[in-house]
């Protein structure tokens, strides 16, 4: 089959790659039509993720067609067009049984620090992922759900993480009505937690980012009120002169490891990989928020050290709330509110790339060239 590779950082290709084969009576083949390039592939794209070795495959957003199933899966057959969540998970374990099944502890030899995910290093399992024409999935009674007729193919690979990321964000920020919510960063996932915002009560919302064209993306499809930090002294200082100077009731860091920040947060940060990336944005939110705020944090970080101001955190009295989203969990919900016509995923979705291109969607993705906000990588025929 024609795959992604890793062959170090910035160095992406496509080659061939053996067929994934059944490895156990409960997985399925699937043959991906489509999927796309998230964020936070960004960070394996840059090396910034331990143990992400060359030869791997990317790609935790795919939908597709069951080419394969295991003598044990009851509930696909082959030729069902079907939505793979991003999480792998087994759906028994302690975690599942609770729906963390982001934290599933049967699927990755590393599970006490974190689950498993499609595509994304050894760290979450070394499970190749849906940037290729086809795919493992293990578990398949569990995780992969059949597309509904009603739904749009573009909708539903947003869902398998994205757009389920996002809304899961703002649930985490346990906002009530009237709150102020402020999200930092306007990349897909800051958008759709501060679109998701609204649905949960929120009286204002406020997003930040230094990308004037994700900023009109987010007051267009998000209705948002938005903010370029890089034309203020002080994003923080700003933040708490437009809210009384109390501060936003709810903040959600969709940013991560590679905010921009300055010269000697990056020497000490990102950039020498002596942390798991640079803490700007979740300083920026620590510091932004109201004394007894909830902090919400969906951005992505390596496990490893990051100078986060816990201390600031403690003395205000903040509630610290994260984990990677349980991608299926929110579904029933978000299923909902595309039906009644709340909400239509794919309005971000810029870019449609052919796997054969994909270098070049990286590239593009990674540099924000072209206007780029969510690049979609298009495998086979749909």
């Not at 975690?95 to 979450?124: E, K």
């Not at 905010?259 to 300083?283: E, T």
């Amino acid at each position: 089959m024609r795959a992604m590779v890793y062959r170090g950082p910035y160095k992406v290709r496509v080659e061939e790659k053996p067929k994934p084969r059944i490895e156990h009576p409960n997985d399925a083949i699937v043959r991906v039509q489509l999927g796309a390039i998230c964020g936070s592939d960004l960070h394996l794209y840059h090396g910034m993720m331990p143990d992400t070795r060359v030869g791997t495959t990317f790609g935790h957003e795919f939908i597709g067609v069951v080419d394969e199933v295991g003598p044990s899966v009851q509930s696909l057959k082959v030729g069902d067009r079907v939505m793979v969540p991003a999480n792998i998970y087994c759906g028994s374990c302690f975690y599942c049984t609770r729906g963390l099944y982001s934290n599933c502890h049967n699927v990755n030899p590393n599970a006490t620090a974190v689950g498993a995910l499609y595509g994304y290093s050894h760290t979450t399992g070394g499970y190749d992922g849906g940037q290729a024409e086809f795919v493992r999935v293990p578990f398949a009674d569990v995780g992969p759900t059949i597309i509904p007729d009603w739904l749009d193919d573009e909708d539903a690979v947003m869902l398998t993480d994205a757009l389920s990321t996002g809304y899961f964000g703002a649930q985490l920020g346990d906002i009530t009505a009237g709150d102020t919510v402020v999200v930092f960063g306007a990349g897909p996932v800051g958008l759709y937690a501060a679109k998701s915002s609204w649905f949960m009560g929120a009286g204002r919302v406020i997003v930040i980012d230094h990308l004037d064209y994700r900023l009109e993306k987010a007051r267009t499809f998000a209705h948002a009120e938005t903010y370029n930090f890089t034309e203020y002294d002080d994003i923080v200082v700003h933040l708490k002169q437009i809210t009384d100077w109390f501060g936003a009731d709810v903040a959600i860091d969709a940013v991560g490891a590679e905010a921009d920040g300055s010269f000697l947060q990056h020497v000490s940060s990102a950039k020498l990989k002596l942390q798991g990336g640079s803490p700007v944005a979740l300083n920026w939110a620590i510091d932004s928020v109201r004394k007894g705020a909830t902090v919400s944090v969906m951005g992505a970080y390596g496990p490893i050290f990051s100078a986060v101001k816990f201390g600031d955190a403690m003395n205000k009295g903040l509630t610290l709330r994260m984990n990677q989203a349980p991608m299926k969990r929110q579904w029933p919900r978000l299923f909902e509110h595309i039906q009644a016509g709340h909400l239509k995923p794919s309005d971000i979705v810029t870019h449609r790339i052919p796997l054969e291109h994909i270098a070049e969607g990286y590239h593009i993705f990674s540099s924000k060239l072209d206007d780029c906000i969510k690049p979609l990588v298009v495998v086979g025929e749909r």
